[in-house]
Every structure is written in structure tokens, then in C-alpha cells.
């Protein structure tokens, strides 16, 4: 059974500076994160994205149209609290990377694999010195510990608010490689998702109109666009 939505209590959401950082005031009053921190971030421009989102709700607080304070709170709260677990939980993606795992039948499927990934793993090696193996077994592959550590190493050196979003992205791709080519604007948020969809969708046009792997798809493009908004965002 849904939780029922929470009536509107305020008038007005307007972003307002506070303590070096940029707030989220309603009717005037300072908006705190479900921890009871103060709902601030580094930026004008993420912070009046968020007193949008607060600004535009209903009679009711719909938190599903609140993509931005969710993260923006998973920064406040979580990642302070569960900084080296998070960043170990990202980093250990790259151990099973989505773009090392291939398939060799049948061929039209494995060349669009090869196609979109194997660019993608080149970068990866370029950018960050992390070469990674790719296989066609489903056997996990041991990968070279100087290139998993290469990527820990580009996961730790992000600050709190872009490792919220990184961690949504790796998440909802099962790839940390596409995750951090798109932070690192290698690939923008509709290409990163389709790249990380490609079995998903090539099964799509093989099979039919399937109700939850077509909901797959949609989640995943939505989490790459909030999380593609959150950098952008960020960088302002």
C-alpha cells in the first residue's frame, strides 16, 4: 500500500544564501534534510533547481518529482556518514564492468556491443590509465589491480554531492566506466543510458513489447538524466 503524500504546507520555495552556501528557504523558513541538516548546496544555480522542485509541487508533495533534493539529501546525510563505504561499494563495479562482458552470438547483438563499448573501454585506459580485460565468458574476470585502483582512486576524488550522483549512474547502469563517462562528459545522459540498455533493447526488438524490461529502460534513462542534471548542475 502507497504512503500517502504529504499536503503542501507552504507558499513559496525560493533558493537563499546562508553560511557561504545556497539554501532552500520556504515561506521564509530553512529547509533541513530529513537528518536535520541544513538543505545547502555549493552553487546558485543547483540550489534554485531545487527551490523549483519544491516550488512547483501540487496540494500534495509528490517526492518521486524531486529527483535533485533526493540527491542533494543523500550528500547531506548519507555520503558524509558512509563516505569509504560508498565509494568502495561504486569502485567495485569496475571489477565486473557491464563493458568487459560481451557476448559472441548472435553476431548483430555482439557487434553493438563492441561497437559502444569498446570506445568506451579505450577511454578509460586513456583517461585514467585502468586497463581493462573484456571477455565473452560468463566466468567473472580477475582485472589487473592497478586498473581497479586507477578507478577507486577517479571515484574518491569526487566531492560528496557528485558522488551521490556518480552512485546513482553506476547503480543504474551496472557500469562505473559509462558512469564516469558521462560525469566526465565523454558521453551525455541519452547515450549513456543506451549504451548501458543494449541487451535490454536489442531483447525489445527481438521479442516484443515486454511491461518490465520496458520499465527497466525508463528507470534507467531517468536515473542517467538526474544524475547528468546533478553534474551539470554542479559545474555552474
Given at each position: 500500500?502507497?504512503?500517502?503524500?504529504?499536503?503542501?504546507?507552504?507558499k513559496t520555495?525560493?533558493?537563499?544564501?546562508?553560511?557561504?552556501?545556497?539554501?532552500?528557504?520556504?515561506?521564509?523558513?530553512?529547509?533541513?534534510t530529513?537528518?536535520?541538516?541544513?538543505?545547502?548546496?555549493?552553487?546558485?544555480?543547483?540550489?534554485?533547481?531545487?527551490a523549483?522542485?519544491?516550488?512547483s509541487?501540487?496540494?500534495?508533495?509528490?517526492?518521486?518529482?524531486?529527483p535533485?533534493t533526493?540527491?542533494?539529501?543523500?550528500?547531506?546525510?548519507?555520503?558524509?556518514?558512509?563516505?569509504?563505504?560508498?565509494?568502495?561499494?561504486?569502485?567495485?563495479y569496475?571489477?565486473?564492468?557491464?563493458?568487459?562482458?560481451?557476448?559472441?552470438?548472435?553476431?548483430?547483438?555482439?557487434?553493438?556491443?563492441a561497437?559502444?563499448w569498446?570506445?568506451?573501454?579505450?577511454?578509460?585506459?586513456?583517461?585514467?590509465?585502468?586497463?581493462?580485460?573484456?571477455?565473452?565468458?560468463?566466468t567473472?574476470?580477475a582485472?589487473?589491480?592497478?586498473a581497479l585502483?586507477?578507478?577507486?582512486?577517479?571515484?574518491?576524488?569526487?566531492?560528496?554531492?557528485?558522488?551521490a550522483?556518480l552512485?546513482?549512474?553506476?547503480?543504474?547502469?551496472?557500469?562505473?566506466?559509462?558512469a564516469?563517462?558521462?560525469r566526465?562528459?565523454?558521453?551525455?545522459?541519452?547515450a549513456?543510458?543506451?549504451?548501458?540498455?543494449?541487451d535490454?533493447?536489442?531483447?525489445?526488438e527481438?521479442?516484443?513489447?515486454d511491461?518490465?524490461?520496458?520499465?527497466?529502460?525508463?528507470?534507467?534513462?531517468?536515473?542517467?538524466?538526474?544524475?547528468?542534471?546533478?553534474?551539470?548542475?554542479?559545474?555552474t
Amino acid at each position: 500500500m502507497n504512503a500517502a503524500k504529504p499536503k503542501r504546507f507552504y507558499k513559496t520555495a525560493e533558493a537563499v544564501e546562508t553560511e557561504g552556501r545556497h539554501g532552500i528557504a520556504l515561506d521564509g523558513k530553512p529547509v533541513r534534510t530529513p537528518a536535520s541538516r541544513p538543505l545547502a548546496v555549493p552553487g546558485a544555480a543547483l540550489a534554485n533547481a531545487v527551490a523549483e522542485e519544491w516550488a512547483s509541487q501540487g496540494e500534495t508533495i509528490d517526492r518521486e518529482t524531486m529527483p535533485l533534493t533526493r540527491l542533494v539529501c543523500t550528500a547531506l546525510d548519507l555520503v558524509p556518514e558512509r563516505r569509504a563505504d560508498i565509494v568502495a561499494e561504486v569502485a567495485a563495479y569496475a571489477e565486473t564492468d557491464l563493458v568487459c562482458y560481451r557476448t559472441d552470438t548472435p553476431p548483430a547483438l555482439a557487434r553493438r556491443q563492441a561497437a559502444a563499448w569498446e570506445p568506451l573501454v579505450a577511454w578509460a585506459d586513456e583517461r585514467y590509465g585502468a586497463r581493462l580485460a573484456v571477455t565473452t565468458s560468463i566466468t567473472p574476470l580477475a582485472q589487473a589491480p592497478e586498473a581497479l585502483e586507477a578507478l577507486r582512486n577517479a571515484v574518491a576524488s569526487e566531492d560528496d554531492f557528485a558522488l551521490a550522483g556518480l552512485s546513482t549512474a553506476t547503480r543504474a547502469f551496472g557500469s562505473l566506466v559509462i558512469a564516469l563517462a558521462m560525469r566526465e562528459g565523454r558521453l551525455d545522459a541519452e547515450a549513456a543510458a543506451d549504451a548501458s540498455l543494449i541487451d535490454e533493447r536489442f531483447q525489445l526488438e527481438r521479442w516484443g513489447e515486454d511491461a518490465e524490461l520496458a520499465a527497466r529502460c525508463a528507470r534507467v534513462a531517468r536515473d542517467a538524466a538526474d544524475a547528468e542534471r546533478l553534474f551539470r548542475l554542479l559545474a555552474t
